[in-house]
């Protein structure tokens, strides 16, 4: 599966709260969100529009190495 080309950083929240991240702070144009679920977890997402690939696939990875899934389960869970 291939990382979508077009994902905002509001769409990337919307999709994360999936896996219980919500919004707990912003600055400037940077959204820090945080998950209790599989123990406390933070990620710092771009609000930009389109997010650059190289930064959504780190994102994806940080995400699903906390999750302790591979990258393509979560890619799959969240595009799929």
Same mark, same amino acid.
């Given at each position: *599966? #291939? =990382?979508? #080309?077009?994902?905002s &950083?509001?769409?990337?929240?919307?999709?994360?709260k999936?896996? &219980?991240?919500?919004?707990? #702070?912003?600055? &400037?144009?940077? =959204? #820090?969100? !945080?998950?209790?679920? $599989?123990?406390?977890?933070? =990620? !710092? =997402?771009? $609000?930009?529009?389109p997010?650059?690939i &190289?930064t959504?696939?780190?994102i994806?990875?940080?995400?699903?190495?906390?999750?302790?899934?591979?990258?393509?389960?979560? *890619?799959?869970?969240?595009?799929?």
């Amino acid at each position: *599966m #291939r =990382i979508p #080309r077009d994902l905002s &950083g509001e769409d990337l929240l919307k999709l994360l709260k999936k896996y &219980g991240y919500q919004a707990s #702070r912003q600055i &400037g144009s940077h =959204i #820090r969100l !945080t998950t209790h679920e $599989n123990g406390e977890h933070h =990620i !710092t =997402i771009p $609000n930009h529009s389109p997010i650059k690939i &190289g930064t959504l696939s780190a994102i994806l990875s940080d995400v699903a190495t906390h999750l302790e899934k591979t990258k393509e389960e979560v *890619m799959q869970e969240l595009f799929g």
